[in-house]
């Protein structure tokens, strides 16, 4: 099955740079996700447990959602320029790493848990809202990628495929028989 996608297109070109838009859309989609993380008192909880600033904590906060946007990139790769299904999968990418980071190293290792009631609450959803603002600026922000590696945009050419067949002007001369 794994064959037949990557003989489909499931591999990024090299033009496509799937990790460096990953990358880019995660730093808009930060914003979002740390507000509802400082209503939810998230970012002051987490601030207390490591003794650091608010401010220290912010840029933790916006460091692992840039791998993260890294991975999202990586993972998906082309699938990830999906527009109606973009915002599903970035959803589903956020409660995925919600569920593999934060939950087993906040709540499960330490002695006690680290976050509880609305810090948590406000973990989980600054984790969707982010997932879910990644998924819908992919596409946008990989356009806007793609745009800039040429001089002008692309054009769909007709000297392939079934209107190339049906074109007298593409039509090729058969080579001659050297005799």
Request: glycine share 12%.
């Amino acid at each position: 099955m794994l064959s037949m996608l990557r003989a489909h297109g499931l591999d990024a070109g090299p033009t496509q740079r799937p990790l460096l838009t990953g990358f880019l859309t995660s730093l808009p989609a930060d914003v979002p996700a740390i507000a509802t993380l400082h209503a939810f008192g998230t970012l002051g909880a987490l601030a207390d447990a490591a003794n650091i600033s608010a401010a220290s904590a912010i840029l933790v906060v916006v460091a692992c959602m840039a791998l993260g946007g890294l991975l999202y990139g990586s993972l998906f790769r082309r699938a990830a320029n999906d527009r109606r299904g973009g915002w599903l999968f970035g959803l589903a990418f956020g409660f995925l790493l919600w569920m593999l980071g934060p939950i087993p190293l906040l709540q499960w290792l330490p002695e006690r848990p680290i976050l509880s009631g609305y810090p948590a609450m406000g973990l989980l959803l600054g984790q969707l809202i982010w997932g879910l603002t990644l998924g819908v600026a992919f596409p946008l922000v990989h356009q806007r990628l793609l745009g800039g590696l040429e001089d002008e945009p692309p054009q769909r050419s007709e000297s392939t495929g079934p209107q190339a067949a049906a074109d007298p002007h593409l039509k090729r001369k058969a080579p001659e028989a050297e005799q």
